[in-house]
């Protein structure tokens, strides 16, 4: 029998050692020597021990993928919750410094305000429900203008709230018009309403 390349037949090989065939049945049919089955079959580690180890080895590396699979989901998991916490935390603090800087305001205002004589007990200002004001009526009030990392915003003074016109016309949440000029920034009602000239 002449030598040639077994090469071809690599996977009707294969299917043959899994079926359990004899060296000397494939031999046979493929018209080729015992030893050169043999040959073929170390070379291409198709000897059932070896086929047995490959596939052995393939599921120990599925498992290992599926471990290193399971170990990144978890990560992945803890750090989006480190990172939600973390957001909620800044969040918070954003707040929490927002509160403490308009609480400085409304003390710095109150400040200016207060009586020539330190000593003389200052009034409690309410913070609920409606008060009588001795200002004015459409007396100016301060406000500080802040664009920060949220977007902007208007803090007006806490006195706002006991301004009578303020909570005739104003209260609650309205929608707005702004008008943005050189020397002042109006705010007016929007829509168009009668009182946007009051």
């Known amino acids: 029998m002449s030598r040639r390349s ?3 037949q690599l ?3 294969r299917g043959w050692v899994r079926q359990g065939r004899t060296d000397a049945w494939i031999a046979h049919q493929l018209e080729v020597t015992v030893q050169q089955i043999q040959t073929f079959k170390r070379e291409h580690g198709l000897e059932p021990g070896a ?3 490959a596939e052995a080895g393939a599921t120990a590396e599925a498992d290992l993928r599926a471990e290193d699979d399971k170990r990144i989901a978890a990560e992945l998991e803890e750090e989006a919750v480190r990172q939600a916490e973390e957001d909620a935390r800044r969040a918070e603090e954003e707040a929490k ?3 403490e800087a308009a609480a400085r305001a409304g003390a710095e205002e109150a400040e200016e305000d207060a009586p020539a004589d ?4 200052r009034p409690r200002r309410r913070t609920r429900g409606r008060a009588r004001s001795n200002r004015k009526r459409g007396a100016a009030l301060e406000g500080t203008f ?3 990392e949220e977007g902007y915003g208007l803090w007006l003074d806490p006195a706002v709230q006991d301004d009578p016109v303020y ?3 104003w209260a ?3 929608p707005v018009a702004v008008t943005i000029e050189e020397d002042q920034i109006v705010i007016r009602r929007a829509g168009g309403d009668e009182d946007d000239d009051d």
């Open 97 to 99: 410094a927002a509160e």
């Open 6 to 8: 077994l090469r071809p």
């Open 167 to 169: 909570a005739e016309h």
């Open 146 to 148: 802040d664009h920060g």
């Open 51 to 53: 086929e047995a180890g």
């Open 172 to 174: 609650g949440h309205r």
């Open 11 to 13: 996977n009707q090989i």
């Open 118 to 121: 330190a000593d003389a007990p």
